[in-house]
């Protein structure tokens, strides 16, 4: 009987681990499913095996017999961990944030204050994660990859206005453009619309 609970241990915890720890490249619609799964049906295994070890350890009086529930208090420290310092990257400040929408696609890019920025692209369902570093003067910034995921010459960047047509009007409202290093706009490069600004410009 404890071999089986040590095995459902480590089919629950693993995947649960897994899953943490990728959710801060990769995320996949549906998944949700799968998350609720592993966490009713592990706090599940870890109540019976609490309570089989405090029943063991109450015959056999060895400490020993909690071994089980270490275990299972192990990975859900290493799951809290993880999910902590992911919360704790996606909540810094946030300078700049962007976004392109595709309709059955979508780009955005999150520019922290620290010099950090999440770049994320989402298509059909899946969105996939990238982080990397980059330097701002006034409206232009720099990455430091030309190439993420399927974008290519995004390493320079510029906030611009661009009149957008709204009931009737036009009103000037700020993208993000890519351009080359002269800052000329790239031809057919994505235009990104500036949803957060927090600039003091």
Known sequence: MKIIRLILIFIIGGPLTYLTYKSQFQ????????????????????FWTLITDIKLYKVSK?????????????????IIGLELKIQNNLNKPTLLRVFYDGDYNGTGIVFKENGTYIFHNSAI??????????????????????????????RHLEVREKGVEFHDSIKNELFLFQVDENGKIITNGLEYRVTIDNRKL
Request: aromatic share 12%; hydrophobic share 45%; glycine share 8%.
């Open 62 to 78: 060895q400490p020993q017999s909690f071994a089980l529930t270490i275990i299972c208090i192990i990975l859900i420290g290493i």
């Open 125 to 154: 369902g899946l969105t996939d994660y990238y982080y990397g570093n980059y330097k701002i003067n006034g409206n232009k910034i720099t990455l430091d990859k030309d190439k993420i995921d399927n974008i290519e010459n995004i």
């Open 27 to 46: 995320v996949l619609f549906g998944e949700s499913i799968i998350w609720l799964f592993l966490i009713v049906t592990g706090v599940s295994v870890l």
